[in-house]
């Protein structure tokens, strides 16, 4: 018997994915840029057995149990590993698999679940099978979930859509430690499944909206080139204004199709208008939003500018019941912020009352994939017997 546990990280897309060339081998209509979030806060994590006192191949995420005959994406991943374990040390006939995964953060509400979920599997089933190529195993992840590939490098990550299986790769841009001072918050709205998964919307999108040919094919290049630039110039300000602009595009193609999308609810359009009041404010771009498909914001800033925000943001969403609202991740200290009275005056007129925003995750750049034990011990999620412990 083998047994491996690793760990894989959420990326959060600055230049959004939206709709594909190949849905078989999820190939993207457009490139796209992403930021790797810290493990320490938001990640997925898979322990996977393997074994001959196995009668069959079984999967259980987040407690419950998954057949995974019935994921056509889950049997391409196991598949294609089998075939390229035969260069390895091999996958026997008579041997079969036992996969256990789970979330520290929510699944399905627009968080990139499944992006975390299947590079922490393609990535654990090839260190399995000492399949090490980072682009095999990206490739892999991509075949699972699309963005999954960019989960695989940390830092900045650039996936090119290519044209085939081999041309569709991503590739780190930078690393987790060449822009240290960056920061992200994913305020969470809503941490229920969606009504609209993104599998269907990119369908739909592709069907119906005329705005989303015209997207790929004369803006995200753009975007990516002038983001990419503002990366490797450490320009805050550029990156600010291109990332919050690509995430209007591609929520405003979810409303262009028939019928219309809505990931976006009114609680994300106050975190929306919040950020332009403060960066009109400050007279530059403090931090930026972007929205995947779901209602929770994510916002990117630098390290100097969280404490502002996490107190304007907790001015605007008071607890029902007079307490705080929690921050998970990085602390810091705002006591001693003092908030502009025309900032104050904003917020008290559009102060949300109850209980709208749940919680912020407060985290930075972070690395890709870890193993985190070879063995059955206190990170592996299955028993001996090949069953979850919990």
């Known amino acids: 018997m083998k047994i491996i546990t690793a760990q894989a990280p959420v990326n ?26 810290s493990m320490e806060h938001l990640c997925a994590t898979t322990s996977i057995a393997f074994s001959n006192e196995f009668d069959s191949n079984r999967m259980w995420l987040n407690n419950v149990e998954v057949k995974i005959e019935d994921n056509k994406r889950l049997v391409r991943c196991i ?19 036992r996969i256990c995964s789970k979330n520290n ?39 699972g979930s699309g963005s999954a590939c960019r989960s695989i490098y940390g830092g900045i990550v650039r996936w090119i ?21 960056i920061r992200i918050l994913v305020c969470v709205v809503n941490d229920h499944r969606k009504d609209t998964s993104s599998t269907f919307g990119m369908q739909l999108s592709c069907q119906t909206s005329p705005l989303i040919k015209y997207r790929a094919e004369h803006v995200v290049l753009e975007h990516c080139d002038q983001i990419t630039k503002a990366i490797m110039e450490r320009n805050f ?49 403090v ?7 779901g209602p929770n914001a994510c916002i990117y800033c630098l390290d100097n500018n969280v404490p502002i925000l996490i107190k304007s943001i907790r001015r605007m969403f008071q607890k029902s019941d007079g307490t705080e609202l929690a921050i998970n991740g990085i602390t810091y200290q705002t006591d001693q912020i003092n908030i502009d009275q025309k900032l104050s005056d904003y917020i008290d007129i559009r102060k949300r009352m109850g209980d709208d925003l749940k919680y912020i995750i407060s985290t930075r750049l972070g690395s890709g994939p870890k193993i985190l034990s070879n063995q059955y011990d206190s990170n592996c999620l299955l028993s001996a017997n090949g069953l979850p412990k919990n």
């Open 287 to 293: 931090a930026c939003y972007t929205f995947d498909a």
């Open 12 to 37: 959060i897309a600055v230049i959004k994915y939206w709709g594909k060339k190949d849905e078989n081998l999820i190939i993207p209509l457009n490139d796209s840029i992403s930021g790797t979030l």
């Open 161 to 181: 859509a290519g044209y085939d299986h081999q041309t569709s790769i991503a590739r780190q841009v930078i690393t987790e430690n060449e822009w240290p001072e």
């Open 79 to 97: 598949e294609n590993v089998r075939k390229l374990a035969e260069s390895t040390i091999g996958w026997p006939s008579d041997h079969h698999i």
């Open 237 to 285: 300000e550029k990156f600010a204004e291109i990332t919050m602009k690509d995430s209007n595009q591609f929520h405003a193609i979810c409303q262009d199709t028939y019928p219309p999308i809505r990931y976006m609810n009114d609680i994300s359009w106050s975190i929306v208008n919040l950020i332009h009041f403060i960066n009109n404010l400050f007279g530059y771009n």
């Open 105 to 143: 953060f929510p699944t399905a509400a627009g968080l990139a679940s499944s992006a975390a979920g299947y590079a922490c599997l393609c990535y654990a089933l090839c260190k399995l099978f000492e399949i090490n190529d980072p682009k095999i195993i990206s490739s892999l992840a991509r075949l």
